[in-house]
């Protein structure tokens, strides 16, 4: 706090120290260090300034760190780090296929290996471990529920995990513990987007996450977009006491991917390949924040429910299949400071694209089809596929409603084979002539031979009036279909 700031220059009180910062600082100290960091005590709590300047540079304090000590198990800052433990419990148990008892499956099962690979393979002791430990001590732990550690550990070259039966070790070349010292088995090791692409070096180069040559700018960001797009997946479903910090509390991340992007970066999104990030859903998990952190169209702009069932942040993959149906011609953003990453207090989009009245049906029986976990909705007065997810939960209908289709994907290619119309839902803010999103547009329906005769699945119809509304679906000259886009009748919008 700003009125003992002096005093705490000179020295710590030993009662501000939780348990969790008191074992941090015995195991920095252990570990042969002089100096720690932790935002608490290195940041002035009550003073938004401080707040705005030291959140800026996060990403370089976990970046050039030499560890970041991670208290998994606990679930509290007066928790701490330790655990009275009994070691052995997690060391695995060691054997001999030479013990096997006669007549058991595990001594069958050694003469079937042994026929295939040979008797010495029986030969020496065997560890059995468990294999699940890395996801379901690390993953799964409270502490990976909290959203500021999302760029916590991304951005961490090293992290020492003190989880509840033993320690863990996570770098950018071995994940490993006490009873798997050598590395976690593949197939259970993180399913995290960090050991998929790998954290970004500090010359802004990229390890072996990325393809090992960038053929183009283009190519360069389309891969950083798709790391962007996992993380920010991973990101909303977790939890945030203060929702006020939901840009800044990834700004560490984004700050990182600025240079590999090469575009603006606006509101939680990039200029780069915008129009299909805006179709992005809160598929009824979602209510829009009671006050101002993003525009409508940002992902930002609604909190999310924390939920194993959560679908998070999803797009229609990139691929050449895809269509942009708009474009954005302009974007503005206010930012509260200076930093292009941090908070903003408004801002807008214009886009030009085709503009569609749209309904909600009185009752299904207007509508093409329809579940209980979305709206069908009557475009231009005429049934289609399309389905409208709201951004808000409790969102009261009954009002002007207007579709903008965002994306077209035709894919015939196995085993995804499926088109899929994406957009948003806007509405008109009084007379202003401007617009605000208040959810997303799908027309996501698999081909009818992915499903057998009596499967209820809506199909695709290519004589669906939407889609004759945005463009006609033809042939290349390799026989592959093709979609060209109907530009006549867009309008020009701006969204706020």
């Known amino acids: 706090m700003r009125h003992n700031l002096t005093d705490w220059k000179e020295a710590i009180p030993d009662a501000a120290l939780l348990g969790t910062f008191r074992d941090a600082i015995k195991i920095t100290r252990s570990l042969g260090f002089h100096y720690i960091w932790i935002d608490s005590l290195c940041i002035i709590q009550d003073s938004k ?30 928790v701490g780090c330790f655990r009275c433990r009994d070691p052995k419990v997690d060391l695995p148990g060691r054997f001999r296929m030479s013990e096997i008892s006669d007549d058991t499956m595990e001594q069958r099962l050694a003469t079937a290996i042994a026929a295939e690979h040979g008797t010495e393979i029986l030969d020496g002791p065997y560890d059995i471990r468990w294999p699940n430990t890395w996801r379901q001590e690390v993953e799964k732990s409270v502490l990976f529920t909290r959203a500021w550690v999302v760029q916590e550990r991304f951005s961490s070259r090293r992290i020492l995990h003190f989880a509840d039966p033993q320690l863990y070790w996570d770098c ?32 802004g180069s990229v390890t072996n996450g990325f393809p090992a040559l960038i053929r183009s700018k283009e190519h360069h960001q389309s891969s950083t977009l798709e790391t962007w797009n996992k993380i920010i997946n991973m990101y909303v479903r977790c939890r945030l006491s203060q929702q006020g910090d939901r840009l800044i509390a990834i700004s560490a991340i984004a700050r990182e991917m600025k240079s590999l992007m ?18 992005w859903s809160g598929y009824h998990a979602s209510t829009r924040a009671a006050t101002y952190r993003a525009p409508s169209w940002s992902w930002a ?32 953003i206010d930012l509260v400071g200076n930093d292009e990453m941090g908070p903003v207090k ?30 069908p909705l009557l475009v231009e007065g005429s049934a289609t596929g399309l389905r409208f997810y709201p951004d808000d ?28 119309i994406n957009g948003i839902v806007i509405e008109p803010i009084g007379s202003s002539g401007l617009y605000q999103r208040i959810g997303s547009l799908e027309h996501r329906a698999p081909q009818k031979d992915t499903y057998d005769e009596f499967s209820s699945a809506p199909t695709f119809q290519r004589d669906d009036p939407v889609v004759k509304m945005l463009g006609e679906i033809g042939l290349d000259e390799d026989g592959r279909e093709t979609f060209t886009v109907n530009t006549s009748g867009m309008k020009l919008i701006r969204i706020v």
């Open 49 to 78: 300034a401080d707040w705005l300047h030291e959140s800026s540079l996060m990403s370089d304090v976990y970046k050039h760190s030499v560890c970041t000590i991670a208290a998994t198990a606990a679930d509290s800052d007066t």
């Open 172 to 203: 950018n070349e071995l994940q490993a513990c006490e009873s798997n010292p050598d590395g976690q088995i593949d197939c259970y090791a993180s399913s995290t987007v960090f050991r998929e692409v790998d954290r970004f070096q500090a010359n």
């Open 262 to 279: 090469h575009c603006r970066y606006v509101a939680g999104h990039w200029e780069f390949d915008l129009i299909r990030q805006l179709t």
């Open 301 to 332: 702009s609604v909190e999310r429910n924390p939920d194993p069932g959560d679908p998070g942040y999803e797009l229609p993959s990139a691929s050449d299949h895809i269509w942009n149906l708009a474009t954005v011609t302009n974007s503005h």
């Open 346 to 375: 408004g801002g807008y989009l214009e886009i030009t694209g085709h503009v569609l009245s749209a309904r909600i049906p009185e009752t299904l029986s207007e509508a093409k089809w329809g579940s209980p976990n979305d709206l």
């Open 393 to 420: 939960k409790d969102l009261k209908l009954g009002r002007s409603l207007y579709c903008v289709p965002l994306t077209m994907t035709l894919n015939r290619e196995p085993p995804l084979k499926k088109d899929q």
